[in-house]
């Protein structure tokens, strides 16, 4: 029998299933704090720089005379946002209260930063601002690139030694290295170590992935991996809750690592995926772990079930390259690149993006986590209604469109259109966060099976690209300054994805169609005969 006729008999989300798929679950929230983490960690805060003769305990003006200080040493800043310059002050060289005609402008080395929304974050006790701010930029990146080789590196890994070795592999070197980023003396060594950070993490959230939907029956899938999203979506809340409550980088990072300890325990509970076993030909120990799940299900299980085929576990997988080998695949699979992309560039950009909306840091990252959650009940109720297609591009557009529209209360309105500008950011994140869920499953059904895991291999890290790219998108507001660069990240975000959507209507529907299982398969799915006998007709006029 294959697989799947087990779980049929089995139960496909039976009372074994649901408890190993919540302890699968667990690690995503881990997981969601860790992707999000640097955006608290590595916050800019408000910053000027130290003046002599000034009381510099505090960001804050204290007195008159204070602010007749303050404006005889620091210049006024070109940027509309900002009262004073944060790189430059003057050079005093006559009296002390008044600025002398001879005086120039100098960088400062030393800075003094508010304190009101973070005590210290790393950002500030490394003082990466002025001409090292792009470094906050650059470990994000470094980061993605870790999630990146994390997902290439481990899911080799998971496919050699087995699901459950390789993920205790990744909970041994994500608890080390995320205690250890609490003490990084410096930035190269805490590059290296978020490095490691990005891959361990999502080496460990893809397996979670993939040995949990190995144990869900086919009709449950879908709604198992949305499910998993969710509990990213509560580390984000977890994750804004450790910040509000400590404030501190250090000990926001403690947080996020403590609960790594508790992964190690998954060595004596979570059990190697069965199908994996099979594959590997070792059928007494799939037995045990089917006759353990059968038991905790309360159903018998015949014999004859368990004379195992290995037909679909035999290599029948495709090359990469055969997603390009057909001018139909090659805009599929480009297509599904460029939203994978986007999607991720706007997921996380938009986060990102949190502390230049204005307003309250906390209020605005813990709504545009939360709202993750309407946007998967969302993608479960309308997959199977409207289709993955009409759905995956109902979100992009959605999104894009009102990431675009910030631009109006930003450029043409005040600080009390703020909660505008925030529901729209709103808006933004809800659409991408639901054409996550929907381009997971858009995805695996529209690739052909013998190229299915190589395509959804490639879709996953050029999501990674956009993770990559976020930072920067993200940051390029600091650099254009003014009114315009705080909506310049949600424009490029709004742009992108629209285009994104309105491209996805070049691929056919998947809903209620028998799936593609060949390459030829593939270049027929979704095509008429019409289209498909004119082809034909150039190709063979082409070759006379």
Same mark, same amino acid.
């Given at each position: 029998?294959?697989?799947?006729?087990?779980?049929?008999?089995?139960?496909?989300?039976?009372?074994?299933?649901?408890?190993?798929?919540?302890?699968?679950?667990?690690?995503?929230?881990?997981?969601?704090?860790?992707?999000?983490?640097?955006?608290?960690?590595?916050?800019?805060?408000?910053?000027?720089?130290?003046?002599?003769?000034?009381?510099?305990?505090?960001?804050?003006?204290?007195?008159?005379?204070?602010?007749?200080?303050?404006?005889?040493?620091?210049?006024?800043?070109?940027?509309?946002?900002?009262?004073?310059?944060?790189?430059?002050?003057?050079?005093?060289?006559?009296?002390?209260?008044?600025?002398?005609?001879?005086?120039?402008?100098?960088?400062?080395?030393?800075?003094?930063?508010?304190?009101?929304?973070?005590?210290?974050?790393?950002?500030?006790?490394?003082?990466?601002?002025?001409?090292?701010?792009?470094?906050?930029?650059?470990?994000?990146?470094?980061?993605?690139?870790?999630?990146?080789?994390?997902?290439?590196?481990?899911?080799?890994?998971?496919?050699?030694?087995?699901?459950?070795?390789?993920?205790?592999?990744?909970?041994?070197?994500?608890?080390?290295?995320?205690?250890?980023?609490?003490?990084?003396?410096?930035?190269?060594?805490?590059?290296?170590?978020?490095?490691?950070?990005?891959?361990?993490?999502?080496?460990?959230?893809?397996?979670?992935?993939?040995?949990?939907?190995?144990?869900?029956?086919?009709?449950?899938?879908?709604?198992?991996?949305?499910?998993?999203?969710?509990?990213?979506?509560?580390?984000?809340?977890?994750?804004?809750?450790?910040?509000?409550?400590?404030?501190?980088?250090?000990?926001?990072?403690?947080?996020?690592?403590?609960?790594?300890?508790?992964?190690?325990?998954?060595?004596?509970?979570?059990?190697?995926?069965?199908?994996?076993?099979?594959?590997?030909?070792?059928?007494?120990?799939?037995?045990?772990?089917?006759?353990?799940?059968?038991?905790?299900?309360?159903?018998?299980?015949?014999?004859?079930?368990?004379?195992?085929?290995?037909?679909?576990?035999?290599?029948?997988?495709?090359?990469?390259?055969?997603?390009?080998?057909?001018?139909?695949?090659?805009?599929?699979?480009?297509?599904?690149?460029?939203?994978?992309?986007?999607?991720?560039?706007?997921?996380?950009? +938009? &986060?990102?993006?949190?502390?230049?909306?204005?307003?309250?840091?906390? *209020? #605005?990252?813990? $709504?545009?986590?939360? /709202? %993750?959650?309407?946007?998967?009940?969302?993608?479960?109720?309308?997959?199977?209604?409207?289709?993955?297609?009409?759905?995956?591009?109902?979100?992009?557009?959605?999104?894009?469109?009102?990431?675009?529209?910030?631009?109006?209360?930003?450029?043409?309105?005040?600080?009390?259109?703020?909660?505008?500008?925030?529901?729209?950011?709103?808006?933004?994140?809800?659409?991408?966060?639901?054409?996550?869920?929907?381009?997971?499953?858009?995805?695996?059904?529209?690739?052909?099976?013998?190229?299915?895991?190589?395509?959804?291999?490639?879709?996953?890290?050029?999501?990674?690209?956009?993770?990559?790219?976020?930072?920067?998108?993200?940051?390029?507001?600091?650099?254009?300054?003014?009114?315009?660069?705080?909506?310049?990240?949600?424009?490029?975000?709004?742009?992108?994805? +629209? &285009?994104?959507?309105?491209?996805?209507?070049?691929?056919?529907?998947? *809903? #209620?169609?028998? $799936?593609?299982?060949? /390459? %030829?398969?593939?270049?027929?799915?979704?095509?008429?005969?019409?289209?498909?006998?004119?082809?034909?007709?150039?190709?063979?006029?082409?070759?006379?």
């Amino acid at each position: 029998m294959k697989f799947d006729d087990i779980l049929y008999s089995l139960g496909e989300f039976g009372r074994y299933q649901k408890r190993l798929y919540l302890l699968l679950c667990l690690p995503a929230i881990s997981v969601g704090c860790f992707m999000m983490g640097l955006v608290l960690t590595m916050e800019t805060p408000k910053h000027r720089c130290k003046i002599l003769s000034y009381p510099n305990d505090t960001y804050e003006v204290q007195s008159a005379y204070h602010q007749h200080l303050i404006n005889l040493t620091i210049p006024r800043s070109d940027d509309e946002t900002l009262d004073y310059s944060r790189c430059y002050m003057y050079t005093r060289t006559g009296a002390e209260n008044s600025k002398p005609a001879n005086s120039t402008e100098e960088k400062c080395n030393e800075w003094v930063y508010d304190t009101s929304v973070f005590e210290s974050t790393f950002t500030s006790k490394m003082n990466l601002v002025c001409d090292d701010a792009l470094l906050t930029s650059h470990a994000k990146m470094i980061f993605y690139f870790g999630v990146l080789v994390g997902d290439l590196g481990f899911g080799v890994l998971a496919d050699i030694i087995g699901r459950k070795k390789a993920l205790y592999v990744t909970f041994v070197i994500l608890l080390a290295a995320a205690f250890g980023i609490c003490w990084a003396p410096e930035f190269i060594s805490f590059v290296i170590l978020e490095f490691i950070i990005g891959a361990a993490n999502h080496g460990a959230f893809m397996i979670c992935c993939v040995l949990g939907l190995e144990m869900v029956g086919p009709s449950k899938r879908v709604w198992a991996g949305i499910i998993i999203h969710a509990f990213f979506a509560i580390g984000l809340l977890y994750l804004a809750g450790a910040g509000y409550f400590l404030r501190d980088g250090q000990y926001i990072s403690i947080a996020v690592a403590v609960p790594c300890v508790f992964y190690l325990t998954y060595w004596w509970f979570v059990p190697e995926s069965p199908r994996w076993l099979i594959s590997q030909g070792r059928q007494p120990e799939a037995e045990r772990i089917i006759r353990k799940a059968a038991k905790v299900n309360k159903v018998n299980i015949d014999s004859k079930l368990l004379k195992f085929s290995n037909e679909d576990n035999e290599s029948t997988e495709g090359r990469i390259w055969h997603l390009f080998s057909h001018r139909v695949m090659l805009v599929r699979t480009l297509v599904l690149f460029f939203n994978w992309a986007i999607v991720s560039m706007m997921y996380y950009g +938009v &986060t990102m993006h949190a502390g230049n909306m204005g307003g309250d840091f906390y *209020l #605005n990252f813990f $709504l545009l986590a939360v /709202v %993750e959650f309407p946007a998967y009940a969302l993608c479960i109720i309308l997959l199977d209604r409207i289709g993955r297609k009409k759905l995956h591009c109902s979100f992009m557009v959605l999104g894009g469109l009102a990431c675009l529209s910030t631009i109006f209360p930003v450029l043409f309105g005040d600080k009390s259109l703020q909660p505008v500008t925030l529901t729209l950011a709103i808006l933004g994140k809800i659409g991408s966060a639901g054409a996550f869920g929907v381009v997971y499953v858009f995805s695996a059904e529209l690739f052909p099976t013998v190229v299915r895991n190589a395509g959804m291999g490639a879709c996953s890290c050029v999501a990674r690209v956009g993770g990559m790219l976020a930072p920067y998108v993200a940051s390029s507001g600091d650099l254009v300054g003014g009114k315009f660069g705080q909506a310049l990240p949600l424009v490029i975000f709004g742009a992108t994805s +629209v &285009t994104a959507g309105l491209l996805c209507l070049l691929l056919p529907e998947t *809903l #209620n169609k028998k $799936l593609p299982e060949t /390459v %030829e398969d593939g270049v027929k799915f979704g095509r008429t005969p019409d289209k498909q006998k004119k082809e034909y007709d150039v190709s063979s006029s082409t070759k006379l």
